[in-house]
């Protein structure tokens, strides 16, 4: 069977929360709140089985979910997340001034970055994309 002008629409898959496997729920949302600066969405404990804490990095779309009966990974697991900024300088001085361990800039090809992790070690990036 024919069709005629069939138009597929492309939906749109927006990523908006990350599950952050953490030891201590409230050392990690301190940390995540108080030292690296994220707003603190949510902190709704539903039962003594789950807690949800809901955090958004400065400018994002995308938040960080911490918290009881989220994620049955081990904490600190998590590797690889990007924050991206405009200025690493001034992004890792920042960092350092609220009392984050943050390494020194890197540079490579694709940008320059530094790295850091949480306290369960949960590893982060954040990179200054070069001008194109």
């Known amino acids: 069977m024919a069709s005629f002008g069939v138009h ?37 404990t539903v039962s003594d089985d789950v807690r949800f804490v809901q955090l958004t990095p400065p400018g994002s779309a995308c938040s960080i979910a911490l918290g009881r009966g989220i994620v049955d990974t081990a904490p600190g697991s998590l590797q690889g997340m990007q924050l991206v900024v405009t200025d690493i300088d001034a992004a890792r001085a920042e960092l350092v001034g609220r009392g984050v361990e943050v ?30």
Do not use: C
């Open 8 to 44: 597929h629409v492309v939906m749109d898959f927006k990523l908006e929360l990350v599950a952050v496997p953490v030891s201590d729920v409230d050392r990690a949302k301190d940390f995540y709140a108080d030292k690296v600066g994220f707003a603190l969405d949510h902190d709704h």
């Open 103 to 132: 390494g020194e800039v890197q540079t490579f090809p694709w940008g320059r970055f530094v790295f850091f992790a949480d306290p369960d070690g949960n590893g982060w990036a954040v990179q200054e994309i070069p001008t194109r």
